[in-house]
């Protein structure tokens, strides 16, 4: 049960993220790249899985329970590959060390931005997914 209380969690956030990804602010933009595409058809397997695990655990199934859980874990790792997730730590930015005493934000320097939210010239090739399989 604890298993599906956190996929189901998870649920509502990989389409904010899907929409995110790539810098639109909106799930309703009508231009959407073949990345976003893929992840929308991935996270709609993966909230079908988990929809599939929660009638499993109810009816105490144990095949049908892998199976849901096996078609979940499945889609989700294939997001994450495509997300760019996928790495020991999640894909986090890492900001370079400063000194604390200075910064007053957490040791970052100041005037520091990450480079993918400081906008002007950046291309949008440059932080733009694309599908590797």
Known sequence: MVVWERADDSTTCLPLYTSAVEGSRSTKRKKKSDAQKE???????????????????????????????????????????IAMIDAEDGGVVELPAGDPQEAGHGGAPLGYVIPSLRGGGIKKADYSLTIVR
């Open 39 to 81: 992840l929308a058809k991935l996270y709609k397997e993966y909230n079908s899985g988990v929809a599939d695990l929660k009638l499993a655990i109810d009816r105490k199934d144990i095949k049908k329970t892998t199976a849901a859980l096996g078609k979940a874990h499945d889609s989700l790792q294939q997001y994450r590959v």
